[in-house]
């Protein structure tokens, strides 16, 4: 078993996205800035802005977060987007989902210009990426591109079983692995027999949402295995109150498959620095 440790290569890319910052510092020209929109008081929500904040300031990008009470209104918020998408200092922007209820999420992604839609969640977007031309990718799918090829895992031909299909994972992560010459497999909460597709994959990419659903009886020996869960359980004995589980059953699968990504340590940091990517990509997108 080898690890495909996305702490290790988010590194590696952080520090070239930090060289490039410096030498657009040096040129005396305008660094990327980031802005996001949090609205109301959900704790992972806030998490994850807070973690993307934290990563802006250590590349050297500038960053804004506009915080929201839960109340406030849809046309609010669009005023609040317009006013962003006018602003020439803010390269990308980013609204946290999920949005309370009488927030029409389809309505507030497609209200951001396409040029700062750095999550790559804008249709016009979506489009390109299917097309396979040059777009923001969503942050998740990009960082495992980028975490399957900086350790040369071979996709030309392979079985890709995706098991997901949601806007933000499922779906652009299927187009890309299709791009990459894989045959790919989408699986879904109603796919019959799951493990018909699983046991001839030679890649998985499990984006479910049930912690340790994927077990070493549904894969077969050699397969290489994403894990895109992050599914957070109450566990006293941790400081933070929770632990995080993946949803792959990672001691279950480690004899058997030939690469796997930690939880945490995985996808969770290849997104953090999918979203930088797209964020450097955005000043140059203008
Ligand atoms: N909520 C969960 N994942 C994401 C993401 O990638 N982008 C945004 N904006 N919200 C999210």
């Known amino acids: 078993m080898n690890l495909l440790n996305g702490n290790e290569v988010s590194q590696v890319i952080r520090l070239q996205i930090k060289d490039e910052v410096s030498k657009i510092k040096s040129e005396g020209k305008k660094v990327p800035h980031l802005a996001a929109i949090l609205v109301g008081e959900d704790g992972a929500s806030k998490t994850y802005v807070a973690a993307k904040e934290r990563d802006c300031q250590e590349v050297g990008f500038d960053s804004t977060v506009l915080r929201f009470d839960v109340s406030i209104t849809e046309t609010e918020l669009l005023i609040e987007i317009e006013k962003i998408n006018n602003n020439p200092e803010i390269d990308g922007l980013i609204v946290q989902l999920p949005l309370p209820k009488h927030i029409n999420e389809k309505k507030i992604t497609e209200s951001i210009s396409y040029k700062k839609d750095v999550d790559g969640f804008h249709p016009y ?46 779906k652009p992560m299927s187009a ?19 493990s018909k597709y699983t046991l001839d994959a030679d890649i998985v990419i499990a984006a479910i949402g049930s912690p340790k659903f994927l077990k070493a009886n549904m894969i077969k020996e050699g397969a290489v295995v994403i894990d895109v869960g992050i599914t957070r359980v109450d566990d006293a004995n941790s400081k933070k109150g929770f632990r995080l589980l993946g949803d792959v ?10 690469w796997i990504t930690p939880v945490p340590g995985g996808v969770g940091p290849m997104t953090r620095v999918g979203l930088l990517l ?9």
């Open 176 to 194: 890309l692995m299709l791009q990459k010459n894989c045959t790919v497999t989408v699986c879904h909460s109603r796919t019959i027999d799951l």
């Open 125 to 170: 977007n979506v489009g390109l990426m299917f097309k396979g031309l040059p777009t923001f990718l969503p942050a998740t799918p990009y960082g495992i591109i980028k975490l399957l090829e900086h350790f040369q895992i071979e996709t030309i031909g392979k079985h890709c079983v995706v098991i997901g299909r949601s806007d933000i994972v499922g």
């Open 278 to 286: 797209n964020t450097l990509e955005a000043l140059g997108r203008k």
């Open 249 to 258: 059953d990672f001691e279950d699968l480690s004899e058997k498959v030939s």
